[in-house]
């Protein structure tokens, strides 16, 4: 695991330095699925939730545009200076799953709430982390992260949540980005998790489009989402999808 998650990790960092106004979010999708097996590593996101007569996700990486929350699906459409972009990545390595996101604006944030809204999101992310702790509860992470955000006068979406990952993408338990300190299950070592606050500037309820996948918010304002794997040791928790240097 600690191999897939510096795979997410670099791969994450090539794709937000390539972000640049004019680019069509489609290629951020070939350059992800291509460092991503030069490394040696599969993407997981691709195909995932295949059946028959259905493709599952099409692409490698997911990248979530402005009001769009999650799993916004790459494509021709180009990149605008002020967009507010996340990239959700996942890569296995050797059947063990890595899984972390972030975002970043195109160019200069747009306006002084966005570029809020951004930093907001990215300490509730750190605050959900720091709550992890062995014979801790896991409503104990949705707590940190939703004081963080409705602190600032965010919102916290609902319909999707972060999520326990090991031999599967998604495993349990579910880590929902609210909830009450001492409730959910019990943190115990050995866990891996997926910590991943999505933030809404406006109300928290999400829509998903005909695609089938880009998730957007109800009322049209911006979105932002980070993850990271965590794995929860005896004696400390250690972020599997940051770069040592980070
Ligand atoms: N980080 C997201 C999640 O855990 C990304 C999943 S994209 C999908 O749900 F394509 F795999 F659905
Ligand atoms: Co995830």
Request: proline share 7%; hydrophobic share 40%.
């Amino acid at each position: 695991m600690r191999e897939a998650g510096r795979v997410v990790a670099e791969v994450l960092q090539i794709l937000a330095a390539a972000v640049r106004p004019g680019l069509p979010t489609l290629e951020l999708d070939r350059l992800a699925e291509r460092e991503i097996r030069r490394r040696g590593a599969r993407p997981v996101f691709k195909g995932y939730q295949a059946r028959p007569g259905q493709p599952g996700y099409p692409a490698s990486v997911c990248v979530s545009v402005n009001d769009e929350v999650v799993h916004g699906i790459p494509g021709p459409r180009r990149l605008r200076e002020g967009d507010l972009v996340s990239l959700d990545l996942g890569a296995e390595v050797g059947g063990l799953m890595g899984d972390a996101a972030l975002s970043v604006f195109v160019g200069a944030p747009p306006d002084a709430e966005a570029e809020r809204l951004w930093r907001v999101t990215r300490e509730a992310l750190d605050a959900g982390i720091r709550a992890v702790r062995v014979g801790g509860h896991i409503g104990d992470i949705g707590a940190a992260v939703q004081r963080v955000v409705e602190g600032a006068g965010f919102s916290v979406v609902r319909e999707f949540v972060g999520h326990g990952i090991g031999r599967a993408l998604h495993e349990d338990p579910q880590v929902p980005n609210y909830g009450l300190p001492g409730r959910g299950p019990r943190i115990r070592p050995g866990m891996a998790l997926a910590i991943e606050p999505m933030v809404n500037a406006g109300d928290w309820p999400v829509e998903v489009l005909e695609d089938g996948w880009t998730a957007v918010t109800r009322d049209g304002s911006l979105s932002c989402h980070f993850e990271h794997t965590v794995f929860v040791g005896e004696d400390g928790v250690e972020v599997l999808t940051a770069l040592p240097e980070s």
